[in-house]
């Protein structure tokens, strides 16, 4: 098993050194030439803020309308909860499990 992985990687290596010699000679790019950067005029920015609107000058809003009123609703009482019946604390020991009395 290492050594299938050893050859698989000397391989592998082999190829990137194949591929970094056809790259070196290669003959070299021409050089991208500089374009001229143009001079665009600064934005200017507003120096004054908006006024905004008065709230005393705005109309008033309008008045909702009238809700209708929701019936009162009364609920049955509850009936009482049965009692819960006493669950045991103590288990009873079964006399088959219990081991057999010590012989003198």
Known sequence: MHKAFFIALSFI???VSL?????????N???IPNLPQPTL??????TTQPSLPNPS?????????NMPTIPKL???P???MPSIPNIPTTIPSIPFLSP????N
């Open 13 to 15: 290596s082999m190829d």
């Open 19 to 27: 591929a970094a010699r056809n790259l070196l000679q290669l003959p």
């Open 29 to 31: 790019l021409p050089n």
């Open 41 to 46: 005029p600064m934005p200017t920015f507003p």
């Open 57 to 65: 000058t705005l109309p008033p809003l309008p008045s909702l309308p």
């Open 74 to 76: 009364t609920l049955p």
């Open 78 to 80: 509850l009936p009482s």
């Open 100 to 103: 057999p009395p010590a012989g």
